[in-house]
């Protein structure tokens, strides 16, 4: 997408919404499925428990990576992405040597480092601050309570121990300031499946406002993000994006986008509720169990299972508190998800297949179309059924996944080019 470093950036502009402050609209029509624009990350970081499966450098996977000669830790494509990525690998690189086991910054303070060796280095407005410099980020530092307030001193506090010789600090008060700006602004950077590759920070995409009715979804083509109408645009209409799970009903959202974000949404979907009966739906009228608890009980399941019959204790424990496996209810779902992650780390596809099943007729009722989470669903599905000798349901499967992933993704990019080749060779 053509843009130039004045501030602006083709077919969108800034204005000011009633309610919102800064946002973001077209000026032309866009399509379904047409790429708004492309941000650079200003930022970013591979997660630690990605390495050696990815670059450091580009996010690209592939076998044969060559890990760095000094830390043995990092790995890259070739020379070219090694010395590309050094100026952000050298805040880690003697560290991770020095300290040894007790090396363990958490991700965002390994992103917030990363950020402030960029600002020193930074001479002008970059690639992805076209609209929005990184610090015009919105931070919220005002509403940050007690418990968040302690976790981002803790940050700092590790931030100091593992990144001091490198780094100049500012002062305390704007790094407290930065963590906030990260934890409102970060975006995760997914695989096709929605696994968890690193985190990012894009000024621009910032700048996007929230909805539970959405009009553009942000995917990833290694650390740049994407942009894409999921609904026909007329100029005038503002860029949206969800921040949040959609799954869930109204109230559990707006508690959700309170408590990370700060705000309640007013999009028609949280004025009219109108999903939120089939959310709610369970069988025994009692409250729904807290995704803490299920959460909780999962935790639980993943260190201590040694065999499939814990996960039927977890159902059972569920069924002891009042609620019974519904395919409508949002909960039960969220549960049945973290059982079929179950299933296939224990390497059972008849289980994963199962529960993956019964998780997906409820998830095409339930989130927006085009969504990430219903074509993730539908290539794990598919892939298992490869796997299990079901090549006519594996394929149908595979086939309705890049329908939604060529409007997400684009037609054009990597994941849906291997998904094409994915199927042809099978």
Known sequence: MAATMTGSIEGLERFDSPGKGRSLRVTRPFKLGELLFSCPAYSYVLSLEERGCYCESCFTRKNGLAKCGKCHKAFYCNVKCQKGDWAMHKLECSAMTAFGENWCPSETVRLVARILAKKKMQKERCLSEKIL?????????????NEKREMNEADVARLHRFYSKHLDFPDHKDLLTLFSQVACNGFTIEDDELSHLGTAVYPDVALINHSCLPSVIVTFKGTSAEIRAVKNMKPGDEVLISYIDLLYPTDDRNNRLRESYYFTCDCQECKSKSRDKTKLKVRKQRDPIEPEIISNMVRY??????????????EQSLEEMGAVFDDSNVYMLHMMYQAMGVCLYMEDPEGAIRYGEKILKPYKQLYPPYSLNVSSMYLKLGRLYMGWEKHSMGISALKKAMAIMEVAHGKDHYYVTELRNEMTQK
Do not use: N, P, T
């Open 301 to 314: 399941a993943r260190k201590a299972i040694r065999e499939f019959r814990l996960l039927e204790m977890c």
């Open 133 to 145: 410099q990184i610090g015009e980020m919105q931070s919220h530092i005002e509403d940050v309570d």
